[in-house]
C-alpha cells in the first residue's frame, strides 16, 4: 500500500507532494505517473521544491543484522520538455528511506543518464532531533549507464546491516557503493515518484520550465540473503 508523501512545516501546514493534475495509472503490472507539465514549487525550502508527486509504502521493510536485504524495481523515465544532458532537470525515483535515522538511498532516472544519490544526517547531528530540523551530507553522483528516454532498467539497492555497506547495480552490475553507513539502518520505507533538483536560487526557485515527466515502476521485490 502506498500513500502520497507529506511532510508538516514549521507553519503546522502539511506540505504534500502531489501535482493536482498528475495522471496516475496501472497497466500491465506497472505502476505510471504522468506530470505534464510540472508545477509544484517552493521558493525557500529545497526537499519541497524537488519532489513533484511522490508516494511512499505504509510499512517498512526490516533489516536483521545478519542478511543482506535486497531492494529492487524496474522503472523506467520519459522526460518531456526536460533539457538534454540535465538529468537534474526531471527524473523518475526510486528512494529507501529511514526516518529514525535519516539515512536515505536513491536511484534517479533520466532521459540520458542514470544516478545515485546517499544522504545521512551530519556526524554533529543526533538521532533524537527531529527528521525535518538535521542538516545532512548529500552525494549525489551519475553513474556509466547507457539508456534513453523510457528505457526499462532493473536497479537494485543492497544494504548490509552488518558491514554498513549499500551497494547500488543496475542490470546486474555495481555502479556504485558506500562502505561507511555510520547508523544501523533497522528499515526502510520505500518511495517512488518523478522529481527535479535544481538547486533553489535568491530564494526563488527554477525547477519548472514547462517541462515533465513519465516514470513508470513495476512491484518493488525485498528480499534478504543470509550473509
Given at each position: 500500500m502506498w500513500l502520497p508523501g507529506a511532510i508538516k512545516l514549521a507553519d503546522k501546514t502539511t506540505w504534500t507532494y502531489l501535482e493536482p493534475d498528475a495522471h496516475v495509472s496501472v497497466k500491465c503490472g506497472y505502476l505510471s505517473i504522468q506530470v505534464t507539465p510540472f508545477t509544484r514549487r517552493h521558493d525557500t525550502i529545497q526537499t519541497l521544491d524537488n519532489s513533484k508527486h511522490?508516494?511512499?509504502?505504509t510499512i517498512t521493510y526490516p533489516n536483521e543484522i545478519r542478511d543482506e536485504v535486497e531492494y529492487e524495481v524496474s522503472m523506467s523515465a520519459q522526460g518531456i520538455h526536460t533539457n538534454e544532458g540535465e538529468i537534474y532537470d526531471g527524473f523518475?525515483?526510486?528512494h529507501l528511506l529511514d526516518t529514525d535515522t535519516g539515512v536515505a538511498a536513491d536511484f534517479f532516472a533520466g532521459n540520458d543518464s542514470?544516478?545515485?544519490a546517499y544522504s545521512r544526517p551530519k556526524a554533529t547531528e543526533t538521532a533524537g532531533r527531529a527528521l525535518k530540523e538535521r542538516k545532512y551530507l548529500a552525494v549525489f553522483k551519475e553513474v556509466d549507464v547507457r539508456t534513453a528516454a523510457g528505457q526499462l532498467h532493473d536497479y537494485l539497492i543492497i544494504y548490509n546491516p552488518e558491514k554498513g555497506r549499500l551497494i547500488w547495480k543496475v542490470d546486474g552490475e555495481l555502479v556504485a557503493e558506500e562502505?561507511?553507513?555510520?547508523?544501523?539502518?533497522k528499515s526502510f520505507k520505500l518511495g517512488l515518484g518523478v522529481m527535479t533538483a535544481r538547486t533553489i536560487t535568491s530564494e526563488r526557485s527554477v525547477s519548472n520550465h514547462g517541462q515533465g515527466m513519465i516514470?513508470?515502476?513495476?512491484p518493488i521485490t525485498v528480499s534478504q540473503q543470509n550473509k
Open positions: 511522490l508516494y511512499f509504502s523518475a525515483a526510486f542514470v544516478a545515485v562502505k561507511s553507513v555510520p547508523a544501523r539502518v516514470g513508470n515502476w513495476s
